[in-house]
C-alpha cells in the first residue's frame, strides 16, 4: 500500500523502493506515531471530521496495532514492504478498522510535519533516559569522591607532573564536565518540545485545527512558529547530536586518563574485574576494553554529528528526502549513548584507587616547585626570581638526586637566604595541596565546600522529571 499514487502510471522500481524505505530503521517511531495519529484524530473530531464514535473507534484499534507491535515485532513486522512507517500504521489501520476511517486521518495532515512530529516525540522520551542515566552516573561519581577523604594524586599537563591534587578534586572535574552536558541535554529537550502538526506539508493545514489545543492533548510546551520551518527543521536532533558527541568527548577524557591510571606504569587505579577483559593469548593480561570502547565510539558518535550537520548545510527549503537520513544518525547515537552512560557508571562503581602509588606519584616530580617559588614571593622575593631560583634548585636536586623532603635549610640557604626552617613543611609530599583554599581550588576545605554543593545540585536533579 502507498499513500500516494493516483498521479503515476508505473509502479516503483524495486530499486527505487530498497533505496528509499525507511521502515527497516524508522519502525522505532511506531509507538510515537500511533500517539500523535490518535490526537490528530481528536483534532479531526472537533473540525467534524470523524464522529466522535468513529474517532473512539480508531484510537482504539491505533492502540492495538501498537500493543500488537510491541507484543510480538517478529510476527507484526513480517513481510512489511511499506514505504515508511506511517505508511505501515495507515495500512494496518485499513485492515483492521475498515479503509474508511483509515483513508480520513490524512485529512489535512502531511507525512512531513507527521514525521518531525514523531522524532520529536521519540526524542523527548529518550533524553528523559539519558537524564536518568547521566544522574547514576553522576551519583557513582560523587560517592567515590565522597569516600576519597585526603588521597591525593599528581594533576597533569602536558602529561607531565604538574601539581598535586585531591582525588576527589579530580573527580569532581568530571563530575562538572558531565553536570554541563546535563544542562545541554535539558536545552535540547527544550529544542524538541515545540509541536509541528498543523503545519501541513509546509504551507500550514487547510483545515481550521486547533493546534493548541493539539499540542496541549500531546504534552508539549509550544507550537512551531512557522510553517515552512517546521518541515525542514531537524535543529532539535543535531543539537542532540552535539550533546550525545560532547558527552562522549568527555567520558573519552575520562577514559584515557583512566586506562592509563590503571596500567602497570602509573598503578594509580585497579579497575574492577566487571568491566575488563582476558586475552586469549596471554594468560595475564586485564585490559581496559569498556574504556576504550568509551574511547573509541567517540569518533563514529563525532561521524553521525557530522553526518547531519552536511545533511542539513544548504538544503533548500522545506522538507527534502534528505531528511529521511537523519533517522540512523540519531538512533544509534541515543542507543549509544544510554549504553556509554550506564557503562561508565559501573565503570566509576568498580574502580579503586590504589593509595601508595598515587601518594608516592604526587610527592615525587618535584610538584612543590609552585609552592616553593610562592613560598619565597611571600617572603619578598619577586615572583620572577623566585620562580629562577627554584628552577635552579629543582635542577641540582635532579643532578644530586636528592628529592625535596632531603634539602637541608643549609643546603636551601645558599640558592635564598629568604628561606626560613618553616619551609622544609613545604617539601613534604603533598603539603601544597592545603595551601589551595580557594573556592574551586583543590584545598580541602574548599574540595569540602565543593562536594556539598555537588550533592546538592545532583539531588536537586534526581527529584526533578528533566
Ligand atoms: N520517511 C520519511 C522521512 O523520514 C517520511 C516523510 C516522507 N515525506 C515525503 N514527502 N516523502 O523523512
Not at 480520513?104 to 518531525?116: A, D, I, P
Not at 501541513?200 to 520551518?229: K, V, Y
Not at 601508595?356 to 616547585?369: D, F, I, K
Request: with cysteine; aromatic share 8%.
Amino acid at each position: 500500500m502507498k499513500l500516494w499514487g493516483g498521479r503515476f502510471e508505473k509502479p516503483s522500481a524495486k530499486q527505487f523502493e530498497e533505496f528509499a524505505g525507511s521502515l527497516a530503521f524508522d519502525r522505532k517511531l511506531l509507538d510515537a506515531d500511533v500517539e500523535g495519529s490518535c490526537a490528530w484524530v481528536h483534532a479531526l473530531e472537533r473540525i467534524g471530521i470523524y464522529s466522535a464514535a468513529e474517532a473512539e473507534q480508531v484510537c482504539r484499534a491505533l492502540e492495538a496495532i501498537a500493543g500488537e507491535a510491541r507484543a510480538n515485532p517478529a510476527v507484526f513486522f513480517e513481510g512489511a514492504a511499506d514505504e515508511d512507517v506511517h505508511t505501515l500504521v495507515i495500512r494496518k489501520l485499513a485492515e483492521r478498522g475498515g479503509a474508511g476511517l483509515a483513508d480520513k486521518l490524512h485529512t489535512g495532515r502531511s507525512r512531513n510535519e507527521q514525521v518531525s512530529l514523531d522524532l520529536r516525540i521519540w526524542l523527548k522520551g529518550e533524553i528523559l533516559g539519558a537524564q536518568a542515566a547521566l544522574n547514576a552516573l553522576l551519583e557513582a561519581l560523587l560517592e567515590q569522591a565522597e569516600r576519597a577523604g585526603d588521597l591525593v594524586l599528581p594533576g597533569y599537563t602536558h602529561l607531565r607532573r604538574a601539581q598535586p591534587v585531591l582525588w576527589a578534586h579530580y573527580l569532581l572535574a568530571h563530575f562538572e564536565m558531565l553536570a554541563r552536558d546535563r544542562g545541554r541535554l535539558a536545552r535540547c529537550y527544550q529544542a524538541a518540545d515545540a509541536m509541528p502538526l498543523g503545519s501541513g506539508a509546509l504551507a500550514g493545514s487547510g483545515l481550521p485545527i486547533d493546534r493548541e489545543a493539539l499540542s496541549r492533548d500531546l504534552g508539549f510546551a509550544a507550537i512551531t512558529r512557522n510553517s515552512l520551518d517546521a518541515a525542514g527543521d531537524r535543529d532539535f536532533v543535531l543539537e542532540f547530536l552535539f550533546t550525545a558527541s560532547c558527552v562522549f568527548v568527555h567520558l573519552s577524557r575520562l577514559a584515557e586518563d583512566w586506562i592509563l591510571y590503571s596500567s602497570e606504569e602509573f598503578g594509580f587505579l585497579q579497575l574492577g574485574d566487571e568491566v575488563t577483559s582476558g586475552s586469549s593469548l596471554m594468560p595475564q593480561k586485564k585490559n581496559p576494553d569498556s574504556l576504550e570502547l568509551l574511547r573509541g565510539k567517540t569518533g563514529r558518535m563525532l561521524g553521525h554529528l557530522v553526518a547531519l550537520a552536511t545533511t542539513l548545510k544548504g538544503l533548500p527549503l522545506t522538507y527534502n528526502r534528505d531528511l529521511q537520513e537523519d533517522k540512523e544518525p540519531v538512533f544509534d547515537a541515543a542507543e549509544q549513548l544510554l549504553g556509554a552512560l550506564a557503562i561508565a557508571r559501573v565503570v566509576v562503581e568498580t574502580t579503586t584507587p590504589c593509595r601508595a602509588a598515587m601518594e608516592a606519584a604526587a610527592a615525587g616530580g618535584w610538584a612543590c616547585a609552585t609552592d616553593l617559588a610562592e613560598y619565597l614571593a611571600l617572603h619578598g622575593v619577586p615572583f620572577r626570581r623566585a620562580h629562577e631560583t627554584v628552577g635552579r634548585i629543582v635542577r641540582a636536586g635532579l643532578a644530586h638526586d636528592r628529592a625535596p623532603e632531603q634539602w637541608t635549610l643549609e643546603q636551601l640557604r645558599e640558592f635564598s637566604p629568604a628561606f626560613d626552617e618553616d619551609v622544609l613543611e613545604w617539601l613534604k609530599g603533598a603539603a601544597g595541596v592545603a595551601r589551595r583554599e580557594v573556592p574551586g581550588g583543590t584545598g580541602p576545605r574548599a574540595v569540602a565546600a565543593a562536594l556539598q554543593d555537588a550533592r546538592r545540585r545532583l539531588s536537586a536533579w534526581q527529584s526533578s522529571k528533566q
